[in-house]
T-cell receptor, first 115, second 115 residues
Framework: AQKITQTQPGMFVQEKEAVTLDCTYDTSDQSYGLFWYKQPSSGEMIFLIYQGSYDEQNATEGRYSLNFQKARKSANLVISASQLGDSAMYFCAMREKAGTYKYIFGTGTRLKVLA | DTGVSQNPRHKITKRGQNVTFRCDPISEHNRLYWYRQTLGQGPEFLTYFQNEAQLEKSRLLSDRFSAERPKGSFSTLEIQRTEQGDSAMYLC?????????????FGPGTRLTVL
């Protein structure tokens, strides 16, 4: 069965430093999509970045990049130059397979950026 | 405000009562999702609409749950004969069919407390 695993319940990072949030996934499908969302304390989920399983290059969106290692089934989020406003819960998610719109989410990682 | 809106934001009800939540997606978005999120967990997929058609439904959605999206605009999620285990945040998201990733825009959620 498809599964998303985020093994870091909480992380600390110093302001302006880079941080990597881990995500591993399990699927037998060849076509799938991987996503990262941010959920601040206000509660609204915010889309950050997307990686398709056939994309050869790692996705980047501003300070966010996705370190996609297909053979290892990992899709780690890298945040560069952390800011205080980055403090939030971060969820990794996967669209199970092509032709479906059922998404599964991990349990999240709470990131705290220290001044 | 052109984002996804949800009403009510909070609902307290007694066990056994019926409740209905409303979601207004971003106007041009044809895809709409409902999720349930409990404390310390990621969102759990409940159901998906493309326009007015309900195309996917999770096994989590028992017979007490029903969702509609008449005319492909707003959506309602009804829970009949509520149970204490239904207490959670109910999230709605919408997206626009296109190529690449299916970036979902989330609403602020409706927090349900069943006494």
């Amino acid at each position: 069965a498809q599964k998303i695993t985020q093994t870091q319940p909480g992380m600390f990072v110093q302001e302006k430093e880079a941080v990597t949030l881990d995500c591993t996934y399990d699927t037998s499908d060849q076509s799938y999509g991987l996503f990262w969302y941010k959920q601040p304390s206000s509660g609204e989920m915010i889309f950050l970045i997307y990686q398709g399983s056939y994309d050869e290059q790692n996705a980047t969106e501003g300070r966010y990049s996705l370190n996609f290692q297909k053979a290892r089934k990992s899709a780690n989020l890298v945040i560069s130059a952390s800011q205080l406003g980055d403090s939030a819960m971060y969820f990794c998610a996967m669209r199970e397979k092509a032709g479906t719109y059922k998404y599964i989410f991990g349990t999240g990682t709470r990131l705290k950026v220290l001044a | 405000d052109t984002g996804v809106s949800q009403n009510p934001r909070h609902k307290i009800t007694k066990r056994g009562q019926n409740v209905t939540f409303r979601c207004d997606p971003i106007s041009e978005h044809n895809r709409l999702y409902w999720y349930r999120q409990t404390l310390g967990q990621g969102p759990e997929f409940l159901t998906y609409f493309q326009n007015e058609a309900q195309l996917e439904k999770s096994r989590l959605l028992s017979d007490r749950f029903s969702a509609e999206r008449p005319k492909g605009s707003f959506s309602t999620l009804e829970i009949q004969r509520t149970e204490q285990g239904d207490s959670a945040m109910y999230l709605c998201a919408s997206s626009l069919r296109g190529t690449g990733g299916d970036e979902q825009f989330f609403g602020p959620g409706t927090r349900l407390t069943v006494l």
